[in-house]
């Protein structure tokens, strides 16, 4: 076909040969003979061998993988391109050569390429072996007669089957070497690491075409400023997910930012419209910083931008107030940040939000060093969070002044300002005039 009947695009439809043991269809109904009885087996009588897992000692990497890489597990690191996710494998196989045999193929760039890089980032040594080949063919070989312990792929959309006429990227081809690389990682237990570029648009396929077959899957995610990076983890068969890493990209590569929460602590200003919360990712309690700004609206419709939290939520945490307290939000703009990346989904910052935007509206900043955790109902009263200790620890780590939660939170302390309902919160503003208006 020459012209896509749904996109307009020329020339676009690519032939893919179907794999015939990946996709053949199966035969209709069953060919009599073809199968056996098969013995089957309680778990009792099954054994475990322990495997030790492979520490890279780049704590914000190992934690984030499940306390290291499972042996014989194939796992994806992905991201946006030149997020570093390049540079970040070169650092942990750099430091795994050094205990494990590990062998990089370099797919996208030359060996020269990634020597300049290493040489940047101080890391080459005698152990840590590169090929720059793309024939997953190859690759399977070598792994199958060498046996590492790691084989890193960067990356798998430059990869091809030479047997393929397809190109590399499409979906075919990632399914298919995928399906190889898995096969190569359990039957040979090695671990492989391949890394995927998300792909907006276009001809390549993306992660998500992978996601369901590998092991596990980590998103490496940017925020300009700080040059922060953060590792995800969203899918992992071997540990636990939604755990974050922390890294800096400086000019010597990645550095792992052990300390986020001083980090954001520091960036924080005591000013009208900041409030710190705290979320749980995964098993961390991070300390962050929601800010907000109240401006007089100069537009029939007014403004609603939210930027790591649910658009709703806010929304509806504006009309609550509203509705409560009288205070005239629909005739306001209202922008709502969280600090340093990072998106809340918990319905504990909520307090903080409602504060956030109290304390820009009358222009009055809270007590220094001020955090809020606490659930806002739709009538307008404070609800508890549970399982608030991990944050509240965190909290006590960092001088955290004074603590807003709901009158009914379990806590006693003399910094703790408890709450009844959202009538309670004008009072922390005080007689002050309304700049905004
Ligand atoms: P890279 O690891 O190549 O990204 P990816 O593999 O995800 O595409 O990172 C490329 C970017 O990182 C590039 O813009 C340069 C920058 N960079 C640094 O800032 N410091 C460094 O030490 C290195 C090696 C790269
Ligand atoms: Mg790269």
């Given at each position: ?21 990946v996709t053949a269809k199966t035969p209709k109904g069953m060919v009599p003979g073809s199968g056996k009885k098969l013995a089957l087996k309680s ?395």
């Amino acid at each position: 076909m020459g012209c896509c009947p749904s996109c307009q695009e020329w020339d676009s439809f690519i032939e893919e040969q179907s794999m015939p043991s990946v996709t053949a269809k199966t035969p209709k109904g069953m060919v009599p003979g073809s199968g056996k009885k098969l013995a089957l087996k309680s778990l009792n009588d099954v054994s475990i061998t322990h495997q030790p897992r492979l520490l890279a000692g780049i704590h914000e990497w190992d934690n984030v993988i499940g306390g290291g890489i499972m042996p014989g597990s194939l796992l994806v690191l992905t991201g946006d391109p030149g997020i570093g996710k390049s540079t970040l494998l070169l650092h942990v196989a750099y430091k795994l050569s050094e205990k494990y045999k590990v062998f990089y193929f370099s797919s996208e760039e030359s060996l020269e390429q990634v020597k300049q890089r290493a040489s940047r980032i101080n890391s080459i040594n005698d152990k840590l072996l590169f090929s720059d080949q793309a024939q997953i063919e190859s690759i399977i070989e070598t792994g199958q007669m060498e046996k590492p312990d790691i084989i890193i792929i960067d990356s798998i959309q430059n990869c091809f089957f030479s047997a393929s006429h397809t190109f590399p990227g499409t979906v075919g081809q990632l399914r298919e070497t995928s399906f190889a690389l898995m096969r190569l990682a359990k039957e040979h237990n090695i671990a492989v690491i391949i890394t995927c570029h998300i792909t907006k648009e276009g001809q390549m396929a993306g992660p998500k075409t992978l996601e369901h077959m590998v092991d596990g899957v980590f998103y490496l995610q940017g925020e300009d400023r700080w040059h922060t990076r953060i590792l995800r983890s969203v899918k992992n068969r071997f540990g636990a997910i939604h755990e974050l890493g922390f890294f800096a990209m400086t000019h010597e590569g990645m550095e792992e930012v052990p300390h986020i929460n001083q980090y954001m602590l520091d960036e924080t200003a005591h000013a009208p419209g900041s409030v710190l919360t705290s979320s749980l990712e995964g098993s961390r309690p991070l300390l962050l910083e929601i800010q907000a700004l109240i401006v007089p609206t100069k537009f029939n419709v007014p403004q609603r931008v939210v930027t790591g939290l649910d658009h709703k939520r806010v929304v509806l945490i504006a009309a609550i107030l509203e509705k409560y307290l009288h205070i005239k939000f629909s005739a306001h703009d209202i922008f709502v940040k969280v600090s340093g990346g990072i998106k809340i989904n918990e319905s504990s910052a909520d307090l903080a939000i409602a504060l956030a935007l109290l304390s820009s509206y009358f222009q009055d900043a809270l007590p220094e060093k001020a955090m809020a955790l606490g659930e806002l109902s739709l009538t307008g009263s404070i609800k508890p969070i549970n399982g608030i200790e991990p944050q509240l620890k965190e909290a006590q780590k960092f001088g955290i002044k004074t603590l807003f939660v709901a009158e009914s939170q379990k806590l006693s302390d003399r910094h703790v300002v408890k709450l009844k309902n959202v009538y309670q919160l004008l009072g922390l503003f005080g007689t002050k005039q309304v700049a905004s208006t």
